[in-house]
Each structure stands twice: as C-alpha cells, then as structure tokens.
Nanobody, 119 residues
Framework: QVQLVESGGGLVQPGGSLRLSCAAS????????MGWYRQAPGKQHNLVAE???????NYADSVKGRFTILRDNAKNTVYLQMNSLKPEDTAVYYC?????????????WGQGTQVTVSS
C-alpha cells in the first residue's frame, strides 16, 4: 500500500509564503515524477508544478517566479515553496506521484491540503 501525506497548508495574507510537503510511504521501489495540482471552487483541477526524478521542473505560467518545487529522494518527499502568494492562489492543493512499488507502477494522490490567501 502506497500513501501520500501532505502538510503545510493554511491561511496566509497576500504577499506571504507557505511551504507544502508531501511524503510518500509504503512499499516503494522508485518514484518517478512528482507534482502538485490545485483546485479552486468551481474551477478545474490544474497542474501547479512538477519535477522529474532528475530534477527537471515544469511550472504553470501563473506561478512561475513565485513557486519552487523541490524533492528529496532520500525521504521520498516533494515540497512546494510558495512565495508572494495572491488571493487567486487559494485552492485545495494535491500532491501527485508516479510510483513503482510492489504491486507495479501507479499514479497516486494525496488527500489535499487547503491554502487560503486572504487579508
């Protein structure tokens, strides 16, 4: 059984910062790409940022220059450092990982963590 557990969401004022973490656990042989998605009320589920095992990154245009995705392969953890937050960044953020485990290769999701940017 593979699990992704997120942490680090919360309420922050515009211009502030938050760091999200997502740790993968279970019977894991290797983790390929990892990423963060978000969904605001009434909107689609969209990619925020992704990172390959070789640390190649890709960002949504709306977060470039403000968000940074990092991973620690030794800890099976991916982070999302969010700076200069805006009200439009308010959403539930979901961690995603492409994991090869005992049962084969699969696409896994975290439970989601709420980020609210408001004064």
């Amino acid at each position: 059984q593979v699990q992704l557990v997120e942490s680090g969401g919360g309420l922050v004022q515009p211009g502030g910062s938050l760091r999200l973490s997502c740790a993968a656990s279970g019977s894991i042989f290797s983790i390929n790409a990892m990423g963060w998605y978000r969904q605001a009320p009434g909107k689609q589920h969209n990619l925020v940022a992704e990172i390959t095992r070789g640390d190649m990154t890709n960002y949504a245009d709306s977060v470039k220059g403000r968000f940074t995705i990092l991973r620690d392969n030794a800890k099976n953890t991916v982070y999302l450092q969010m700076n200069s937050l805006k009200p439009e960044d308010t959403a539930v953020y979901y961690c995603n990982a492409d994991i090869t485990g005992r049962l084969g290769r699969g696409d896994y999701w975290g439970q989601g963590t709420q980020v609210t940017v408001s004064s």
